[in-house]
């Protein structure tokens, strides 16, 4: 870290020091081998001491690093673990997973990016070993011992990388806050699902029903929660909405209208109380016709077709 030519403070991060300056202490010996796009390089360190408490830390900490500003702190190219280190242009990978693109295909494309230029090196090192041993056999060189390229380092388990996403995503966590709670919307839509509960994998697999999402007209999601059943529990959900809404103040400026599925036991009066009269509670167009055929108990009624169809009607007429 040029620390002088940025001409930054650095300041001791143990609580006992009362924010001492850190100075320089020397280069690091440990050299971190960072994992880059299409092979690795090595990334080295300075100590930084306390004048105070005489501990050493290092400039590559993440209480340092928390000290820089935004334009010296993106110049740092990578995220550390414990063993590795991950340069940030495979961290833009992992921001873009989705279907077809988990943490394993991109490790595998990554590893044929490190094959294809470890083979690209081998053919450069035996190109310039052909010209030692044609000097040899003209005389010019006496020794003509060439070693053989050394083997291609392989690359960390796909859980590695998706360690360093977990860490990409604590470190702009401050800014996911910030973009999900800037969402609002006249017309709020609460809806439940089990869809998003069936993905779970790990500890949080199978302890939860049902996850109910607040989205607004745009198709934005507000909110999510996940929940042990359906319709129960929302309350934290509706007060932090309201909340949100408060110190936005557009809830009292404007209308708002609230949209429910077939969430029941919604509490909201209780919870928005009478400053809040502004806000219109409606059911959801879809299950509000599918109350309408109360007769029916299955799908497979022999009225569900005959109350589907004036569904259709009735939705087609509304827009």
Same mark, same amino acid.
């Given at each position: =870290?040029?620390?002088?030519?940025? /001409?930054?403070?650095?300041?001791?991060?143990?609580?006992?020091?009362? #924010?001492?300056?850190?100075?320089?202490?020397?280069?690091?010996?440990?050299?971190?081998?960072?994992?880059?796009?299409?092979?690795?390089? !090595?990334?080295?360190?300075?100590?930084?001491? &306390?004048?105070?408490?005489?501990? $050493?830390?290092? @400039?590559?900490?993440?209480?340092?690093?928390?000290?820089?500003? %935004?334009?010296?702190?993106?110049?740092?190219?990578?995220?550390?673990?414990?063993?590795?280190?991950?340069?940030?242009?495979?961290?833009?990978?992992?921001?873009?997973?989705?279907?077809?693109?988990?943490?394993?295909?991109? #490790?595998? /494309?990554?590893?044929?990016?490190?094959?294809?230029?470890?083979? !690209?090196?081998?053919?450069?090192?035996?190109?310039?070993?052909?010209?030692?041993? +044609?000097?040899?056999?003209?005389?010019?060189?006496?020794?003509?011992?060439?070693? +053989?390229?050394?083997? $291609? *380092? *392989?690359?960390?388990?796909?859980?590695?990388?998706?360690? %360093?996403?977990?860490?990409?995503?604590?470190? $702009?966590? +401050?800014?996911? /806050?910030?973009?999900?709670?800037?969402?609002?919307? #006249?017309?709020?839509?609460?809806?439940?699902?089990? /869809?998003?509960?069936?993905?779970?994998?790990?500890?949080?697999?199978?302890?939860?029903?049902? &996850?109910?999402?607040?989205?607004?007209?745009?198709?934005?999601?507000?909110?999510?929660?996940?929940?042990?059943?359906?319709?129960?529990?929302?309350?934290? =959900?509706?007060?932090? %909405?309201?909340?949100?809404?408060?110190?936005?103040?557009?809830?009292?400026?404007?209308?708002?209208?609230?949209?429910?599925?077939?969430?029941?036991?919604?509490?909201?009066?209780?919870?928005?109380?009478?400053?809040?009269?502004?806000?219109?509670?409606?059911?959801?167009?879809?299950?509000? =016709?599918?109350?309408?055929?109360?007769? &029916?108990?299955?799908?497979?009624?022999?009225?569900?077709? !005959?109350?589907?169809?004036?569904?259709?009607?009735? *939705? @087609?007429?509304?827009?």
């Amino acid at each position: =870290m040029p620390r002088k030519q940025w /001409k930054v403070q650095l300041y001791c991060p143990h609580p006992g020091c009362d #924010r001492q300056e850190l100075a320089s202490a020397g280069i690091n010996q440990k050299v971190r081998q960072v994992v880059d796009i299409d092979g690795y390089y !090595n990334l080295a360190c300075d100590n930084l001491e &306390c004048m105070k408490c005489r501990r $050493r830390v290092l @400039s590559w900490s993440h209480s340092i690093l928390s000290q820089l500003d %935004i334009g010296h702190r993106v110049q740092f190219p990578c995220i550390l673990t414990a063993k590795h280190a991950c340069d940030r242009k495979i961290v833009l990978l992992l921001r873009n997973r989705g279907l077809g693109n988990s943490c394993s295909q991109i #490790r595998k /494309k990554v590893d044929e990016q490190h094959d294809e230029a470890w083979l !690209n090196s081998n053919a450069h090192y035996l190109t310039d070993c052909s010209g030692f041993i +044609d000097a040899a056999h003209s005389g010019l060189l006496v020794n003509r011992t060439i070693s +053989d390229p050394p083997e $291609r *380092a *392989a690359l960390p388990r796909h859980r590695w990388f998706m360690q %360093i996403y977990i860490q990409d995503v604590f470190q $702009r966590l +401050d800014e996911i /806050k910030a973009g999900i709670t800037s969402v609002f919307g #006249r017309i709020l839509k609460l809806d439940s699902t089990k /869809k998003v509960v069936k993905k779970l994998a790990g500890r949080p697999a199978k302890t939860a029903l049902w &996850c109910s999402n607040v989205g607004n007209e745009h198709g934005q999601i507000l909110t999510s929660v996940m929940t042990s059943s359906e319709g129960h529990g929302l309350t934290p =959900m509706l007060v932090g %909405i309201i909340n949100r809404y408060q110190r936005q103040r557009s809830l009292r400026q404007k209308s708002c209208t609230l949209i429910v599925t077939a969430v029941v036991h919604l509490p909201y009066n209780s919870v928005a109380g009478p400053q809040h009269e502004c806000t219109v509670v409606r059911l959801d167009i879809w299950h509000f =016709m599918r109350r309408i055929a109360t007769g &029916c108990s299955t799908d497979s009624h022999a009225f569900v077709l !005959n109350f589907h169809g004036y569904d259709e009607q009735l *939705a @087609s007429s509304l827009g």
